[in-house]
């Protein structure tokens, strides 16, 4: 029987830091954990695209989540991901992971072959018919077959099991439309942001939290913006937002993902390593360019020391990039749509 809890706040899909010859760094892995959580990250999220959970053996993908679940002792709530690309060896890991004692198991939608929705319902029907842990679904169109709102409402319907889903599209009508389906016939379903450039209008519209590539390096940052935007302080979430976008933009689409995020990150002290992913001598030296770039913009809020040389006159976590006039727009509107309702 699914767990009646509803899956919320920022769940961290994190880095998984690697040592000198490329192996999973478990001591740094460990201490990263503890780091996210004493910085009020309300869960982890191992496996994820943040994760490069395709970059692992399925043996070092299970050795991932049992470091992070023993470190986390509990303190927290674990979405794991789960996805091994074939319904048989999914529903192992879901058995693997449920005797760890994660909250729930993430997987996501079929990717190579691009089903037809019949195709994605089968696939989770019948890896949920299966499951001893709670499912998420992980729609995440760029990369896997995409799940509609029929097979969502479909699968809320019939899968007790299946109790959130994480969408990665950026798509506000799409989870508008997702929540208007679903959330009346189970109330308890999730439904998670993986976009953080829309965060905080996510949650305006209904979202119960996020998994956000952006808290695994600013954790701060994304848990006040939570905090705000629930506690309908409108104008300092709608700032802080426009920052966390720029820092967004700058690790997102200046590099190849996540490398942006591995540059950040150790910008903060965590020694993550070289990805395994190989990067040409161009790459290493546009990954040296962002490297500096990102110090600038932690440097601006107060996480690191500017590079040596200093920052350029006029870049701002609050301006540079960032596209304002789009951002009023999607906020005003849910902001005028909450007030119409009597909602802020």
């Not at 007790?160 to 389906?181: E, F, N, Q, T, Y």
């Not at 949650?203 to 998994?211: K, M, R, V």
Request: net charge negative; aromatic share 6%.
């Amino acid at each position: 029987m699914a767990d009646s809890q509803r899956l919320s706040g920022i769940f961290t899909p994190n880095v998984v830091p690697l040592d000198a010859q490329g192996e999973i760094n478990e001591a740094e892995t460990r201490r990263y954990v503890d780091w996210l959580i004493e910085r009020g990250v309300h869960g982890l999220y191992p496996n994820g695209s943040t994760g490069e959970f395709p970059r692992f053996t399925a043996e070092e993908r299970r050795r991932i989540i049992e470091i992070i679940a023993d470190q986390t002792a509990g303190r927290v709530p674990i979405l794991a991901g789960a996805a091994e690309a074939n319904t048989r060896e999914t529903i192992k890991a879901c058995e693997h992971y449920h005797e760890l004692g994660v909250r729930a198991v993430a997987i996501v939608s079929p990717f190579y072959y691009k089903l037809s929705p019949a195709g994605v319902y089968a696939y989770f029907k019948e890896i949920a018919d299966n499951s001893p842990v709670d499912v998420t679904l992980y729609n995440i169109p760029m990369f896997a077959s995409p799940i509609d709102v029929p097979t969502v409402q479909r699968l809320a319907e019939e899968c007790p099991r299946v109790v959130a889903i994480k969408d990665s599209s950026g798509d506000l009508p799409h989870m508008m439309r997702m929540i208007a389906k679903v959330r009346p016939l189970r109330p308890n379903f999730s439904f998670l942001t993986g976009w953080d450039a829309a965060l905080m209008p996510m949650l305006l519209l209904g979202c119960d939290g996020g998994t956000n590539a952006t808290s695994g390096v600013v954790p701060e940052i994304t848990r006040k913006l939570y905090d705000l935007t629930l506690a309908h302080d409108l104008d300092k979430a709608c700032k802080l937002q426009y920052r966390l976008l720029t820092l967004f933009d700058a690790m997102l689409l200046s590099s190849e993902f996540p490398e942006g995020f591995r540059s950040a990150l150790r910008l903060r002290g965590i020694q993550t390593g070289v990805g395994r992913q190989p990067q040409s001598p161009t790459q290493q030296v546009q990954l040296h360019e962002l490297s500096n770039q990102l110090q600038c913009l932690l440097a601006e809020e107060g996480f690191t020391q500017e590079p040596i040389g200093g920052c350029p006159v006029g870049e701002s976590l609050k301006g540079g990039g960032v596209d304002s006039a789009a951002v009023d727009r999607i906020v005003d509107s849910v902001v005028g749509e909450l007030r119409r309702r009597g909602m802020s």
